[in-house]
Every structure is written in C-alpha cells, then in structure tokens.
C-alpha cells in the first residue's frame, strides 16, 4: 500500500464536564477499537508524580481546580502524540479544553495530513457530575475508574481487571475543588461545542444515562466517523 492510500490514524475527541465519564468510555473504546487513550489528565498527574519541571508548574494549579496552561499541556500532548502507538489512532480525553488548545491540535494535526473524526460532547448536568466525581477512585495499577455506587468492584477493594488492592482517589477530586473544576468548564471549555459545530465534527449524546448504553451510543458514534 503506498503513502497515498493508507488510510490515516483515527482522531476522536471526547468533550464534557469533568466526571461526565470521558476517562471511562475512552478505556471502552481502546478496547472495542483498538484506538489509543490521550488522557491529559492521566499524563499531568505522571508528570507531577515524576517532579519534571511541567509537573512542578502544574502541581498547584491541578490541585486549585484551574486549567494548566495551554503551552505546558500542548507540549506534553505533541510529544505523547509522536510515539508510534498513536498510529493505530487516538481517544483525545480531556484535551482540547480552550480553544487555543483546538487551535494548536489543529496545527499538529496538519502537519501530518491528519483531521478530527469526530468530537463528541457527552451531555450532563451539573448535579450528576458533582456525585459522580465524589465516589470516584482508580485502580493504582492497571488505571481502571471505579464509583462507589455506580461501578463497584465485584469483590469491595480489589480491582476486577487485574486483582490489585491498590486503590487511588484523586486529591482534587474534593467539594471545593470541582466547583473550580466546574467553573473552568463553563468558562473555558463549554466554547469548544460551538467551535467543533463550525467545523462540522461535533456529535452529542446523553451521558446521563448507564455505562453500558452511553457505552453503545458511543460505538455507533466511532463505526461511522471512522468508516
Ligand atoms: P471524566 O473522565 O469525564 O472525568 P470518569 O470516566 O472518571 O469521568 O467518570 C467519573 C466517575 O463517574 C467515575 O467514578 C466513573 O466510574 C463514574 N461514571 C462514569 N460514567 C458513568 C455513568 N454513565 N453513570 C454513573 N457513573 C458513571
Ligand atoms: P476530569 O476528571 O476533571 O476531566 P482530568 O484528569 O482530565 O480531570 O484533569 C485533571 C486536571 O488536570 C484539571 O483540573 C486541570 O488542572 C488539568 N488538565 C487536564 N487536562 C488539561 C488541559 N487539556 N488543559 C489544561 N489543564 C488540564
Ligand atoms: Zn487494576
């Protein structure tokens, strides 16, 4: 096959709320799809837990409940999205969250001749979020989400992927800090809907359902924009 007629890695962003349940979806479409999680979240918190100067900058402000800046974030994006894996195509969770982080994506995008699939906005209220954020947790070792009440493990404490008993809940994941959250949402995030409209790839569902309906909405969502 030459260069012309390969077909180009897969881009899908998931947008929404913090808690709106991105981080959970996206490991159900790595697995269903076999496309690769970009979790800025996930690749803050390792830099912060490394102490690399990106992380000492983000530390205080991811434990404030505001949005790091967008240099440090496009960085640590640019170089995740250069590794080889992300040829088998990507699940962009959690970035873009301003519209100088689409603006910037775009560009790297453009680069390699590659577009946005589709941005689907996962639709929830206010409410919802609040109580899905505070029973939250993650298994340390394999990084699979948990809730207290909507996604126990089988066996309480123990992860049901890969057994381990050690399980992790995020230090901003507290009352105070995702009011913050919630706020940089609206204020910086929620534009990204209209931008993504302009451009003719924004999807929505309705994420306030269970996970395994949002789960199949979603599947739908990816056949068709990958087709
Ligand atoms: P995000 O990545 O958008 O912040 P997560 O995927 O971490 O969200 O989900 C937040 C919390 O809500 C987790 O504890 C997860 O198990 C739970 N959760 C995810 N989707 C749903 C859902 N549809 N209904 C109820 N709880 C959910
Ligand atoms: P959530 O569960 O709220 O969606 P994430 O794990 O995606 O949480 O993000 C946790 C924190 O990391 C955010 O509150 C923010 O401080 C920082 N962060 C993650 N992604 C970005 C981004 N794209 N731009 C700026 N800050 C980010
Ligand atoms: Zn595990």
Do not use: W
């Amino acid at each position: 096959m030459d260069a012309a007629t390969m077909t180009k890695p897969a881009v899908l962003i998931l947008l929404g709320p913090p808690g709106a349940g991105k981080g959970t979806q996206a490991r159900m479409l790595e697995e269903k799809f076999g496309l690769v999680q970009l979790s800025t979240g996930d690749l803050l918190r390792a830099a912060v837990a490394a102490s690399t100067e990106a992380g000492k900058a983000a530390k205080a402000v991811m434990e404030a409940g505001k949005l790091v800046s967008d240099e440090i974030v496009v960085n640590i994006l640019r170089d995740r999205l250069a590794q080889p894996d992300c040829a088998r195509g990507v699940i962009l969770d959690g970035f873009p969250r301003t519209t100088v982080q689409a603006g910037a994506l775009d560009a790297l995008l453009a680069e390699s001749g590659q577009g946005i699939n589709a941005a689907i906005n996962l639709e929830v209220d206010d409410a919802a979020m609040v109580t899905r954020i505070s029973g939250r947790f993650t298994c340390g070792d394999c990084g699979e989400g948990y809730h207290d009440t909507f996604k126990a493990p089988v066996v309480a404490g123990t992860c049901d992927k890969c057994g381990s008993t050690n399980m992790k809940r995020r230090a901003d994941d507290n009352a105070e800090t995702v009011a913050s959250r919630l706020v940089a949402y609206h204020e910086q995030t929620a534009p990204l809907i209209a931008y993504y409209k302009a451009r003719d790839v924004l999807k929505s569902i309705d994420a306030m359902g269970d996970i395994d309906t949002i789960a199949a909405d979603l599947a739908a969502i990816v056949k068709q924009a990958t087709a």
